[in-house]
């Protein structure tokens, strides 16, 4: 199994540009989360969802949107992109909400904004 | 409030040297507690898991965590590290209000 594939791994966007970051799982996970990881602040949650056509914000969504056709794709939407929003990306999924059940994630997708 | 501190930022070891990385949280009730390892470029892979039970668990790799209730911890430890070790630990805590928590990482050097 491929688990979770990410796309682009790398990318360079000027001020105000617009791209979508993509996400995909093979394990016919239902939860998927989007973070953002920046040097000595861990992992922030942007958005998750539980399930095909819902989502929900989490700590830090403000500049993202996310959308949920599918149960394999989860993309994350940068709109205007902003030098706040250079950064690692990192997309993961989960069986279910249940705490007790690991995120699988993927590679990432390094972000600069210039 | 919920949350997971990871005191050490970097740590060094030789290789073959024993490892130990610090996790404290602070939750009010029993917390489900991760530890995940991220290799450079790469996405974050669980090393182990705690729910209840043996408070002493196993992982893969060779890792292993011990939970005490009374210090907050979930430290993970390794009695002999390899250079292949080298690389950033993040300890995590569910339930959050965003389901999980991550720590800020502890970067891990291997000296040879």
């Known amino acids: 199994n491929a688990g979770v594939t990410q796309t682009p791994k790398f990318r360079i966007l000027k001020i105000g540009q617009s791209m979508t970051l993509q996400c995909t799982q093979d394990m016919n996970h239902n939860y998927m989360y989007w973070y953002r990881q920046d040097p000595g602040m861990g992992l922030k949650l942007i958005y998750y969802s539980v399930g095909a056509g819902i989502t929900d914000k989490g700590e830090v969504p403000n500049g993202y949107n996310v959308s949920r056709s599918t149960t394999e794709d989860f993309p994350l939407r940068l709109e205007l992109a902003a030098p706040s929003q250079t950064s690692v990306y990192f997309c993961?999924?989960?069986?279910?909400?249940?705490?007790?059940?690991?995120?699988?994630f993927g590679d990432g997708t390094r972000l600069s904004i210039l | 409030a919920q949350s997971v501190t990871q005191p050490d930022i970097h740590i060094t070891v030789s290789e073959g040297a024993s490892l130990e990385l610090r996790c404290n949280y602070s939750y009010g009730a029993t917390p489900y507690l991760f530890w995940y390892v991220q290799s450079p470029g790469q996405g974050l892979q669980l090393l182990l898991k705690y729910f209840s039970g043996d408070t002493l668990v196993q992982g893969i790799k060779g890792f292993e965590a011990e939970f005490k209730r009374s210090q907050s911890s979930f430290n993970l430890r390794k009695p002999s590290v390899h250079w292949s070790d080298a690389a950033e630990y993040f300890c995590?805590?569910?339930?959050?209000?965003?389901?999980?928590?991550f720590g800020t990482g502890t970067r891990l050097k291997v000296l040879a």
């Open positions: 993961a999924s989960s069986y279910s909400f249940s705490d007790d059940q690991p995120q699988h």
């Open positions: 995590a805590v569910g339930p959050g209000t965003y389901k999980y928590i």
